[in-house]
């Protein structure tokens, strides 16, 4: 990234750790270095991508910790934008969400904008619409990278083979999966019918 980027990513860091944090959907790590080289998903589609995902593991740090039942619900908007809503259980137990719009900006790449915030990245690494998306970003500041990261899928329950593709987009990547954190789902959870 260039110096003269500096700004953009700092007032990208502060939109995505506030607006994640209202939305229950932050998956970050600070690490030391630069970003890997990454791949999107070059053919990306977003039509079948629309409908549910339910989020089943991210980075995270210990102070997000108590955000489960992630949901994300992507509808068609027209004119190219999806529909972004998503919802989540608090460390309290209670429902929130938050709505906001997104639409491709590069092969495999979404910017996804929520009310009041900077516009984020959303590298869609590997999908195959019916079972897992893994999504990323990453953005350096200084010597460090921000990394953010989130394997959803389409099942609430997924079998593993279904968490093992999804994984293996990171992987593949270079990606370190070895920070991920499940994210608890369950039929107590407070899911949008
Ligand atoms: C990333 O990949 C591009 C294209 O293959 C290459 O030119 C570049 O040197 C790579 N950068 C790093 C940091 O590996
Ligand atoms: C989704 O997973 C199921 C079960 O593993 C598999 O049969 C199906 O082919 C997968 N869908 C795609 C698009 O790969």
């Known amino acids: 990234m260039s110096r003269g980027s500096t700004m ?7 939109a ?15 690490s030391q270095g630069t970003c890997p080289n990454i791949t999107n998903k070059e053919d990306f589609d977003a039509v079948p991508y629309l409908g549910r995902w339910y989020e089943q593991e991210r ?4 102070f997000q910790s108590g955000m489960d039942c992630v949901n994300a619900i992507y509808s068609d908007m027209g004119n190219g934008y999806v529909e ?14 938050i709505v906001g719009q997104a639409h491709v900006v590069e092969p495999g790449v979404l910017l996804v904008e929520f009310g009041g915030y900077v516009p ?14 893994s999504v990323y970003n990453c953005f350096e500041e200084g010597n460090y990278h ?5 394997l959803l899928t389409r099942a609430q329950f997924p079998s593993e083979e279904v968490i ?17 954190h499940v994210t608890y789902q369950g039929d107590d959870c407070p899911y949008l019918s």
Do not use: C, K, M, P
């Open 59 to 62: 980075y995270d740090i210990v």
């Open 146 to 150: 921000w990394q953010y990261a989130w």
């Open 164 to 180: 093992a593709a999804g994984r293996q987009a990171f992987t593949d990547n270079g990606i370190d999966l070895d920070l991920f």
């Open 16 to 30: 995505l750790i506030s607006g994640s944090e209202a939305a229950g959907f932050l998956g970050r790590q600070v």
């Open 8 to 14: 953009v990513a700092l007032a990208l860091l502060a």
């Open 84 to 97: 972004v809503h998503n919802t989540a259980r608090t460390s309290y137990g209670d429902f929130t969400d």
């Open 120 to 133: 984020a990245l959303y590298h869609v690494l590997n999908t195959d619409y019916e079972n897992f998306s």
